[in-house]
């Protein structure tokens, strides 16, 4: 096989499970992909844990299911991407130490105090462009160091989850500037590790790995590794980039005035900036991009898709998601014909996706999921509706801050389960009020990531290069104006619900 057909393998490392695809860069064309499925543990309410081992052995039995599909083992470059903010911890023979805590865990507020006090809230901003938050990971290095002091003694190295891939993939300890840029330990500005945040927080600075651009290879598939898995050996493995950096690298979102609206577990609006613009309130996050020389701004928050698997899980309950499967139907899709049948604001019942605490635009890791204003007359198309609806506004929220900050919106990308749902892109465009659009590209991160590494391996100049290559608008979804305006009532109401309970959610 020619390099020209020779394919990129794209990895990412998600919340619920690995994905590895495999693209043809003469076309952009996904050739083949594959899930592998691994468990979250939650052990007291606000933790959030997982196994680094559960991701490898779920990346080894993606990749293997993806070649096997395709057919060949002729891989020109490997990308990484994956979950960011979770905490690695390696001893001296590289073994991890304990479960990881991840994105998600709220348990290190004292430590995001203690961090403040210590830095200062706008020094800590001038440095990391970020304030102190429980979804990053130095405040989780710092827990750890107080509440398990032994497993941190014997650590040797930190590394984010994608990372840890790249370290059983090539035996590097290497990680790249997206990534980094939300640990709280990296001066995003700079594009490098911050000495004054490490010494403020008496971190040594030998814990962490070497830190490259998102495209720049970072090192090769050890034979070993490469047996097991069924690649080349030395295939080249690139920087990657983290799970938001990467998606917005697959839908597109290299150039300003483009941003993506990205509904996974998490829910992101991402925007491209040429420069490292900062909210002095820390409610959005500013991190380097994917592109090099480039930076991005997002608003998070932190229960999107994950709100709707848990109505998925805990609501809807088996016995329907089984009848959904035996009839060969997806059960979301299921759960969004439903949906339908209730009208736009739900007759009043809004949800509030707080169910892990809140990042944007109210860093409050106290906030809990609320349905407010239901009534007997409600039935469970309404409850469905109104989770959909409910990340909506949450998202909307995100946006509005980024208007708010003089970033340019010139055009507004779907991806994830939003992107792919036509009601959730409908409710989108309606709670936006604007249009929004989706891409052929529908793998985001694992996509990203494949793209980064053409561009890695050579077969592209540059990001936004190898974005125009593969990359194109599909659809356009414009908002309907009758419902934009039961939106915009429904979104002055959630919001207000969020100001009146939040004296109460710590006491929930």
């Known amino acids: ?76 470059a490997v990308g990484l991407s ?63 160091r107080q509440h398990d002091p032994r497993q941190f003694e014997r650590t040797r190295t930190f590394l984010l989850p994608k990372d840890f891939i790249r370290f059983r993939l090539t035996g590097e300890r290497a990680s790249e500037v997206s990534d980094a840029s939300g640990t ?43 047996a097991e ?105 299921a759960m969004a014909e439903s949906a339908q049948a209730a009208p736009a604001g739900c007759d009043g019942l809004v949800f509030l996706p707080y169910l892990m605490g809140e990042r944007t635009p109210h860093l409050d890791p106290h906030a809990r999921g609320v349905w407010f204003g239901l009534t007997a007359a409600h039935r469970r198309a309404h409850l469905t509706r109104s989770v959909m609806e409910g990340v909506a506004y949450s998202l909307r929220d995100c946006l ?8 340019p919106v010139d055009e507004i990308r779907a991806s994830g389960g939003g992107g792919r749902s036509p009601l959730w892109r409908q409710i989108q465009a309606d709670v936006f009020g604007r249009t929004v659009l989706t891409v052929n590209a529908a793998e985001g991160p694992a996509y990203g990531a494949a793209l980064l590494a053409g561009v890695g391996a050579g077969r592209w100049g540059s990001v936004p290069e190898a974005c125009d290559a593969t990359i194109s608008v599909t659809s356009r979804v414009e908002p309907e104006r009758s419902r934009a305006e039961v939106y915009a009532r429904g979104h002055e109401t959630y919001r207000d619900l969020y100001a009146r309970l939040k004296t109460a959610f710590p006491r929930a």
């Open 1 to 76: 096989m020619s390099q020209a057909t020779q394919l990129l393998l794209g990895i990412d490392v998600g919340t619920t499970g690995a994905r590895a695809i495999l693209v043809d860069p003469a076309d952009g064309r996904v050739v083949a992909g594959a899930t592998r499925e691994y468990p979250l543990h939650t052990p007291k309410p606000l933790w959030a844990e997982q196994d680094a081992n559960d991701w490898w052995r779920g990346v080894v039995g993606a990749v293997q299911d993806a070649l096997k599909a395709a057919g060949t083992r002729d891989v020109l």
């Open 82 to 144: 994956g979950q960011m903010h979770g905490v690695v911890l390696l001893d001296e023979a590289g073994e991890p130490l304990g479960r990881s805590l991840i994105w998600c865990d709220g348990r290190s507020q004292e430590q995001c105090d203690a961090i403040t006090s210590r830095v200062g809230a706008a020094r800590l901003i001038e440095l990391t462009s970020n304030p102190a938050l429980v979804g990053f990971s130095a405040p989780k290095l710092l827990w750890v």
């Open 184 to 226: 709280l330990l990296f001066d995003v500005g700079r594009r490098e590790w911050s000495r004054e945040m490490l010494s403020a927080l008496d971190l040594d600075p030998s814990l962490l790995p070497t830190v490259h651009e998102s495209p720049v290879v970072s090192g090769r598939v050890r034979p070993d590794v490469a």
């Open 229 to 333: 898995l069924g690649l080349p050996a030395g295939t080249p493995v690139v920087g990657g980039g983290g799970d938001q950096a990467a998606g917005a690298v697959g839908n597109g979102i290299v150039r300003r005035g483009l941003v993506s609206s990205t509904i996974g577990s998490s829910g992101v609006v991402f925007a491209h900036s040429d420069a490292p613009a900062r909210d002095p309130g820390g409610r959005v996050h500013t991190f380097c991009h994917a592109v090099p020389g480039a930076w991005h701004v997002m608003g998070v928050t932190q229960g999107a898709g994950l709100s709707l698997r848990w109505f998925r899980d805990e609501v809807v309950g088996p016995l329907e998601r089984q009848a959904a499967e035996a009839a060969g139907r997806d059960v979301y899709d």
């Open 400 to 407: 509005d801050i980024l208007v708010e900050m003089g970033v």
